[in-house]
């Protein structure tokens, strides 16, 4: 069962399995120029399977009030926003803290809710890595240097990459049939965060991160390197998996069903997501 719940000026999209269930919550966090339609089809998977699920339109994205400038958005009020729906949907579970299932930038923000201490296990899809940990790879820095994305950057604009830019760094493992209609419902993300993600502004202590970490990373990932995944993996002592010919977005590309059904084995092993 669908629904949308708000929390202040953000929305959740609720995905209720049909019978109640003990199982943890997931909470669902989207990357850069995303919103929460990434997780569409994971949140169906994951109800038909007895999971609870929410997915957050991050603010000024999808179903969320709109911001007057969302190129002046820092991370660090992203990461505020994300820590007050992961209460609330503790709440909403008796206490019981949610699974965090964060892509790209979302994975960043998932680390920090996680360090706050609102999270039962952590999933990073290609997730931005904190602060000491290396993101730019040089196909991505030749993208940033250009003026088109330099100066949102530096000024704090909006920022949006072109089709192109799109297709090769962040669609690039997704059927070349099926991009379009993706880019359709891409939108401007904010400069100010982007060049925190770029240039190490988000610190995460990783000694607060006690729950249990699983770090995906595409080998074919044009956008975060892979490097950066298996890096967040030894920061947290965390399980790893690489994907071969697979990119950044794991849940458009084919192949996503064997993920989802790869992140719930770990679930069950790891993650304490049952009863």
Partial sequence: MSSLIRVG????????????TTRAPILLLHGIFAAAWVFEYAQRWFSARGYASYALD???????????????????????????????????HA???????????????AQKIAEAGVARALVLLCSAPPRG??????????????????????????????????DAMILNGVLPEERG????????????????????????????????????????????PPRAGRAIAKRYGATLIERPARAHFPLGE????????TIERWFASGAGAGP
């Avoid at 007057?68 to 990461?79: E, N, S, T």
Wanted: charged residues 20%.
């Fill in 181 to 224: 209609a993706i880019y359709a419902k891409l939108a401007p993300d904010s400069g100010r965060a982007a060049r925190e993600l770029a240039f190490g502004g988000v610190r995460v202590d990783a000694g607060r991160v006690r729950c249990p970490v699983l770090s995906v990373v595409g080998l074919d990932d044009r956008f975060v």
């Fill in 9 to 20: 000026d953000l929305a959740l999209h609720v995905e209720q399995p049909a019978s109640s």
């Fill in 133 to 166: 940990i290396p993101v730019l790879g040089r196909t991505l820095l030749s993208k940033m240097i250009m003026p088109r994305y330099l100066l949102p950057l530096l000024l704090s604009r909006p920022l949006m990459p072109t089709r192109a830019d799109a």
């Fill in 254 to 261: 084919p192949g996503r069903d064997e993920l989802l059904q």
């Fill in 95 to 109: 206490g019981a803290a949610p699974i965090l299932i964060g892509h790209s930038m979302g994975g960043l923000i």
């Fill in 58 to 92: 991050l603010r000024g994205r999808g179903a969320s009030a709109p911001v007057a400038d969302v190129g002046r958005v820092p991370a660090g009020l992203y990461v505020e926003d994300a820590i007050g729906v992961a209460r609330t949907v503790t709440q909403r």
